[in-house]
């Protein structure tokens, strides 16, 4: 017979739990370990009440939208402790007002469940507060967290400058177009050309930026216990869009200079992934750029193995160093379906981003897409495909802001933070750092009640590894940047003395 909680972990029983009042009935399901908890609590610090009232109502509100689902067994309160950063009995406290009210209940030697809210209401998407303004309310609060990069000049030029004929020509026809504005599908397919990958318009679908483009390439080919190779650590957003179609998740140890193939190798000959999610060409959050070399036996190990890949290029027009425009993984092997976006390059706003792949492929995600939004809008495809004619200029201007700020970063951190290891982008708007034997969620949530937000390692893994990284994004003008690194080195100073 199972015991109580294995049955717990894979949800196969009802429980019955000790809590306040009647005996209730939870549904069993995963725990939740202290990392993960932590990101799930994201903004918890407010003003006014207490520490143990604010975390107390933010997990009561988690419990309430069903982010973290009845049944969910919480970490304990020492090592959620460690985690925030406060204290063990900030976190009793806390604990014991939900048990009072019903939200938590405990089983004697089993931990604390939460008893009360919804199952599985919302996905637990919990990068969506990393996108809060750089600075937040009074300017109290230096956020680094989003390396997203405010648009170009020319992205405002551009919408300025929409031809009033060719707007009321558009107008008349009726707007739908699930697979893209065919002068943007036109435009995609030469910016490849360009870059040395030959390619037909009906090897390109416009998307709702690369994130729908990575989650409809994913529901085609995932079902739920499909094995899907990701790099780790690898982008958030893939993360959740292969967990949310069911996935089960295999790591491959990605570095300095891109992903480690003897490990793909390895992975490929032993589990047969269904997919393989990788970024060659500016990898989120390490920012290398994987070299000719190895970029062609990650090509030759997908054929081998008949492996389709996901090229998440999304950040592939943000190299600063060497060759800005190296040849797409695609040129390798006809597996590779490339993901990318104008977002990084021109603006985010635009939300605009595409897939390319076999015109077959293309055909069943244009299905997909247009049962989802029936397409993207007909007004941004405009101006994106006026924007890529003017690529190279964009390049230029993008590489000039993206030194400067790095160069920036580095030198406050070597300046300011001796200790910390740095890993220096070829590319990008963030800086992964290595420090030195502590856990970086605990200092990310010092340093935020300091006055600076950054995001800690396991926000970027499968396996809530690397709590001895950080993520310190590099998109907002550099004084503030400068200023977050001032108070990043205050909280460490505080941190190492105790
Ligand atoms: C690696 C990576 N992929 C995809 C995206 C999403 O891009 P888009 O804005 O085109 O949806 C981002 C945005 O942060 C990203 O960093």
């Not at 933010?58 to 067994?73: H, K």
């Not at 990393?130 to 405010?150: H, M, Y």
């Not at 085609?220 to 690898?234: D, K, N, Q, R, Y």
Request: with cysteine; aromatic share 4%; glycine share 12%.
């Amino acid at each position: 017979m199972l015991g109580d909680a294995v049955a717990y972990r894979f949800g196969l029983d009802d429980g019955a739990v000790e809590g306040p009042g009647p005996r209730v009935n939870i549904l069993g399901s995963a725990p939740i370990n202290a990392t993960r908890l932590v990101r799930l609590l994201g903004d918890w610090l407010g003003t006014g009440d207490t520490l143990y009232e604010q975390l107390a109502e933010r997990i009561r509100q988690l419990a309430r939208t069903g982010t973290i689902p009845a049944g969910t067994r919480l970490p304990s309160e020492r090592s959620l402790g460690t985690a925030l950063g406060i204290s063990r009995n900030t976190v009793a406290r806390a604990f014991d007002e939900l048990r009072a009210e019903g939200v938590l209940a405990s089983r004697t030697g089993d931990g604390t469940y939460v008893v009360a809210g919804a199952r599985n209401l919302v996905p637990d998407d919990d990068r969506l507060g990393s996108f809060a303004s750089l600075a937040d309310g009074a300017g109290q609060r230096i956020d680094l967290r989003s390396a997203a990069l405010p648009g170009l000049r020319m992205t405002a030029d551009e919408i300025g400058s929409l031809d009033e004929l060719r707007v009321r020509d558009l107008v008349a026809s009726h707007g739908y177009l699930p697979a893209g504005l065919p002068e943007l599908r036109a435009a995609i397919a030469s910016y490849y050309d360009d870059l040395g990958l030959p390619t037909e318009p009906e090897q390109i679908l416009v998307t709702s930026g690369a994130q729908q483009a990575l989650r409809l390439v994913a529901s085609l080919h995932v079902a739920p216990g499909s094995v899907v190779a990701i790099e780790e650590p690898s982008f958030r957003g893939a993360i959740h869009s292969l967990r949310a179609l069911g996935a089960r998740l295999v790591g491959i140890p990605t570095g300095p200079s891109g992903l480690d193939v003897d490990a793909l190798a390895t992975t490929l000959a032993r589990v047969r992934p269904v997919l393989l999610v990788l970024q060659s060409t500016v990898h989120n959050p390490t920012g290398s750029v994987t070299d000719s070399l190895h970029r062609s036996r990650i090509a030759g190990l997908a054929t081998r193995f008949g492996v389709p890949v996901v090229a998440n290029s999304t950040l592939a027009d943000t190299v600063i160093d060497g060759d800005r425009t190296p040849l797409p993984l695609a040129a390798g092997s006809d597996l590779v379906i490339t993901i990318g976006s104008m977002s990084k390059l021109f603006w985010g706003g635009l939300r605009v981003g595409w897939a390319r792949a076999h015109p077959d492929l293309v055909e069943r995600l244009t299905a997909l897409k247009g049962g989802e939004d029936l397409g993207t809008s007909v007004i941004a495809q405009v101006i994106a495909a006026r924007l890529l004619g003017r690529v190279e200029e964009a390049r230029d201007e993008r590489r000039a802001i993206l030194e400067k700020a790095r160069r920036c970063v580095l030198d406050a951190v070597a300046a300011l933070l001796p200790g910390w290891e740095p890993h220096v982008p070829a590319g990008g708007a963030s800086l992964w750092v290595r420090l030195p034997t502590v856990s970086a969620t605990a200092f990310a949530q010092r340093a935020d009640r300091d006055g600076v937000r950054v995001l800690p390692g396991p926000t970027f893994s499968a396996f809530e590894g690397f709590d001895d990284h950080l993520r310190i994004a590099f998109s907002g003008p550099n004084d503030l940047t400068l200023r977050g690194i001032e108070l990043l080195a205050g909280t460490w100073a505080g941190f190492v003395d105790g």
